[in-house]
Structure formats: structure tokens, C-alpha cells
């Protein structure tokens, strides 16, 4: 009866079992109309998806990715540009910036957040860059190359630290796009005008991906720009349909990069219960916190500032021995990931990039000890124990076989 069982990382199937009859009529009615590809249900809810961001544009877009650069090409980021952002993200935030012409750089993260480190943008922007005398333009020291953007990612489901990333950002004119590809909901307490503010409203742009695993995600491919700049707005529509204007009426080259119509329905089945899937996210985040400090052997649980309502898209904590936890984890059925293993800087892709720095000390030291346990809104409190009872078993583990080895998994944040 109290039969150990498995606990996935992530389920996909229960809460799509449970709408299956909602989905299953989008999908009717699409085959009723033929309306495929954009139309009234697209309309609909990027309607529906801006007023859940506190945004005045939205525009669907076919993936997270698509999103992040056409939101960069739309902000007239031009060859030979720099966009700056942070090394551990997920590949699809640099290669948006290179596909749209521009040049990664990184500054490194916050070590309690995991999110850019605004201290860090403040140091490049003032060592490596300078305003170049004739142009009012900030450009980098030594390449001349312009500094067009910056790029936060969100990561995690918990937004950066935006008030000190915009405050540098209006000093030198720079516009800031964010990576919302994990933070749908995500809120930030700005100081500046003593209220909270969702992901996606509060740069220039920001990008979000439905991805099936992401917080809310389609049936398929999905993303989203949303935007306060009704100009933007306008350019991205032209972007995602080959330039148009309307059909055949090309301004300029674009790309195949539009929303399929039964995804966007699906979506909107799914937004409905977004708070409350985001708010079971925020119950569990509770739960394994609690857990974790009642526990002997607590890991270092994620930091959550007074200033931030993360919504755990991931569940990510940290450990020295994190390749022994995993295993001893996966043993007892429990799935984990990482996220991510390899910092930017130090991907094979990135190798023939010349200028820029090979040394990010605190994104290298996370990624060597990050884990992601289980998190979605169906996760049980019971499965909740039973990870943290098998968290300790593990660190109890390594007190016994090797008293030095355990330290890290004594670390709280
Ligand atoms: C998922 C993700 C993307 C890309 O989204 P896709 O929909 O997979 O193209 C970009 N950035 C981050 C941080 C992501 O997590």
C-alpha cells in the first residue's frame, strides 16, 4: 500500500489528460474552419496572453526562439552589434542574438539568484565600452562595435533584477530585451514606482516560449513577444510572415515564423489555468523548502529576494557531489536534470568567438553543482517527502564513507 514509486521529473500527461476534451474540440474546430495557419484564434490569444502580462502588444511567434530574435531584429539590432547577456542560459538566447546579425557577450551571475549580475553589466559597461565622442554612441573599447542591447534571461522562473539592470541600461541609452522564455507570470517589485510587475512588462520587449514543458506550453512549438512599443509590435508581425503587409506585398525579407492556429487555441484552454498552475508551483517551492530545513542534510535551496514572486519553472538546487546525488537519485526513481551543464562561454559553439572572456567564475561553479529536482503544480506533497528523504538518505551516505565529501551538501543559501 505505501509503495515506493516512480517520480518523474516533469509530468506532461496529467494535466493534459485532464483538458484532453477542451484540446480535442480546439482541434475540431480547426478542421470545421481549415484556418490553420494565424486567423481569429491567434488574435485571440495574443489578446488574452498581453493582458496576462500587463502588456499593451503581443504578437505569437512559432517558438521561444523566433521570439528572442525577432524581437532583437525588430529593435534594429544590426551587424556587428554586441547584445550582452549571461553564460548559463539555455543555447537559443545566443543563437537568437547571432541570427539576428549581433555578438553575444556575457557578464556573469549573481550567485544567490542565478540571474545576471548587475554589478557585473555596471563593470563592462564602464571597463570594456565607452561613448564615442562623435556619435553619443556606447561602443566597446577596443572593437568599436556598438552596444545595442542587453539581454536578462529570467531564469528559472524568477525574474532579474531589473530596476539596477534598466537604471544601467537608460544611462547609456541601451535597450533591454528580456528572456521570458521561463518566467511566464514571474513578478518584480520595482522600487521605482512601489509596485510589482509581471515578466514581459517591464522591458522594451520580452520573449516567451511555450515549449511543452515550459510553464504554459502549447501541443507543439509555440513562443511570444510581448511589447509596449505598438511600432515594434508592428514590424514583428512583418518579421514572422515574410515581410508582408499583406499577402504578396513584401517591405522587406522576413521569415516563416508564424503561430499555427490549433496551437494558439490550446493555449488559450491552457492560459486559463496558468495562475493557479504557477501558484502550485509557488505551493511546492514552499514544501521542499520546508522540507529541506527540517531535513540533516539540507541542500542550498533557491533564493528567492523580498523583491521577486518566482513561479519555478525549475526547482534547482545545489550540491558538490551533484553527479553521485543524481545517480543515487535516478536508483531510487526519482528524475532530476541540469540546467544547464556547460556554460555558453565554454560550448563547442562558442569556440571560434573571439573576444570574449573565457573565464566566468561563478556561472562555472553553479553549473558543477546545480540539480533540478521534480516541480510541476501536480507534484504531491508525499512525492515531495519521499525526494527529500532520498536527498538525505544520500547525504547521510557520504558522512559515513567520507566525512570531507559531504561538506558541499551542508551549504544553505
Ligand atoms: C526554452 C527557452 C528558449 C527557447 O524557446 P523555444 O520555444 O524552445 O525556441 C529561449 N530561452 C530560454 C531561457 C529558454 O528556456
Known amino acids: 500500500m505505501n509503495r515506493i514509486s516512480n517520480i518523474p521529473f516533469l509530468d506532461l500527461v496529467t494535466p493534459h489528460r485532464e483538458l484532453e476534451e477542451q484540446l480535442v474540440s480546439v482541434f475540431r474546430s480547426a478542421l470545421g474552419t481549415a484556418g490553420f495557419i494565424g486567423g481569429p484564434m491567434v488574435e485571440e490569444f495574443e489578446k488574452e496572453f498581453a493582458q496576462f502580462c500587463d502588456a499593451p502588444y503581443c504578437v505569437a511567434v512559432g517558438s521561444g526562439t523566433d521570439a528572442v530574435r525577432f524581437s532583437l531584429m525588430a529593435a534594429g539590432i544590426a551587424a556587428g552589434d554586441i547584445v550582452i547577456t549571461v553564460p548559463n542560459t539555455f543555447i537559443a538566447t545566443t543563437e537568437a542574438i547571432s541570427q539576428a546579425g549581433a555578438q553575444p557577450r556575457f557578464v556573469d551571475i549573481d550567485e544567490r539568484t542565478y540571474n545576471m549580475d548587475p554589478a557585473m553589466l555596471q563593470e563592462y559597461l564602464e571597463t570594456e565600452c565607452r561613448i564615442n565622442g562623435h556619435t553619443g554612441v556606447l561602443e566597446h573599447r577596443e572593437t568599436r562595435q556598438r552596444i545595442a542591447a542587453i539581454l536578462p534571461v529570467h531564469l528559472y522562473g524568477q525574474m532579474a533584477d531589473m530596476d539596477a539592470i534598466l537604471e544601467q541600461a537608460e544611462r547609456y541609452g541601451l535597450r533591454v530585451i528580456e528572456d521570458a522564455c521561463q518566467a511566464h507570470g514571474a513578478m518584480y517589485f520595482s522600487k521605482r ?15 516567451f516560449s511555450f515549449y511543452p514543458g515550459k510553464n ?9 513577444v510581448t511589447t509596449h512599443d505598438e511600432a515594434l509590435a508592428a514590424r514583428i508581425r512583418m518579421i514572422r510572415d515574410h515581410g508582408q503587409i499583406k499577402k504578396y506585398y513584401h517591405d522587406m525579407e522576413g521569415y516563416n515564423g508564424r503561430l499555427d492556429a490549433i496551437q494558439a487555441g490550446i493555449l488559450r484552454v491552457k492560459l486559463q489555468y496558468l495562475a493557479r498552475w504557477n501558484e502550485q508551483r509557488r505551493e511546492r517551492a514552499s514544501e521542499y523548502q520546508r522540507l529541506f530545513e527540517a531535513a540533516d542534510n539540507p541542500v542550498s535551496a533557491p533564493y528567492e529576494p523580498s523583491w521577486s514572486r ?3 519553472h525549475l526547482y534547482v538546487v545545489r550540491t558538490q557531489d551533484r553527479e553521485g546525488m543524481m545517480a543515487h537519485l535516478k536508483t531510487s526513481g526519482i528524475g532530476t536534470g541540469i540546467h544547464y551543464p556547460i556554460p555558453l562561454h565554454l560550448q563547442k559553439a562558442y569556440a571560434h568567438l573571439t573576444g570574449i ?5 561563478v556561472s562555472e561553479e553553479v553549473a558543477a553543482e546545480i540539480v533540478s529536482l521534480p516541480m510541476f503544480p501536480q507534484l504531491t506533497a508525499k512525492q515531495q517527502a519521499q525526494v527529500v528523504r532520498e536527498v538525505s538518505r544520500f547525504a547521510a551516505g557520504k558522512v559515513v564513507s567520507g566525512p570531507a565529501e559531504s561538506k558541499g551538501l551542508g551549504r544553505t543559501a
Request: net charge positive; glycine share 18%; proline share 6%.
Open 310 to 312: 518566482a513561479v519555478y
Open 193 to 207: 514606482d512601489g509596485r510589482w510587475h509581471k515578466a514581459g512588462s517591464m522591458g522594451f520587449a520580452a520573449a
Open 216 to 224: 504554459l506550453g502549447a501541443c507543439g512549438e509555440a513562443g511570444a
Open 357 to 361: 572572456p573565457r573565464h566566468f567564475p
